[in-house]
């Protein structure tokens, strides 16, 4: 069993930058991908970047690609993404997952364990 556990949202004018962190429990850590996705109100969870278990390889939505930066220290347990030149609609709030990924990194039903989620508002 892996728990995740997000920080680092808040609210930032547009252009700002934030960056979150996913803490995971348990001694597999590098044993999983890791992802991060957003939800906005009435809309569904999307896919915006991940990792994989050593950090070789990453990807991301075409909506933050040049913006956003995913990272994992495997000995902080962590999974980081930094957040630059925030736009209104990056509004949503942000969940880590961890999962063992067989076909697509982008596709949510290969993530086993899910975070609670933090809150990321951007301001116009």
């Known amino acids: 069993q892996v728990q995740l556990v997000e920080s680092g949202g808040g609210l930032v004018q547009a252009g700002g930058s934030l960056r979150l962190s996913c803490v995971a429990s348990?001694?597999?850590?590098?044993?999983?991908?890791m992802g991060w996705f957003r939800q906005a109100p009435g809309k569904e969870r999307e896919f915006v970047a991940a990792?994989?278990?050593?950090?070789?390889?990453?990807y991301y939505a075409d909506s933050v690609k040049g913006r956003f930066t995913i990272s994992r220290d495997n000995a902080k347990n962590t999974v980081y993404l930094q957040m630059n030149s925030l736009k209104p609609e990056d509004t949503a709030g942000y969940y880590c997952?961890?999962?063992?990924?067989?076909?697509?990194?982008?596709?949510?039903?290969?993530?086993?364990?899910w975070g609670q989620g933090t809150q990321v508002t951007v301001s116009s």
């Open positions: 997952a961890a999962g063992i990924i067989y076909t697509d990194y982008g596709a949510r039903n290969e993530y086993n364990y």
């Open positions: 348990g001694r597999t850590f590098s044993t999983y991908a």
């Open positions: 990792i994989s278990t050593y950090g070789a390889s990453t």
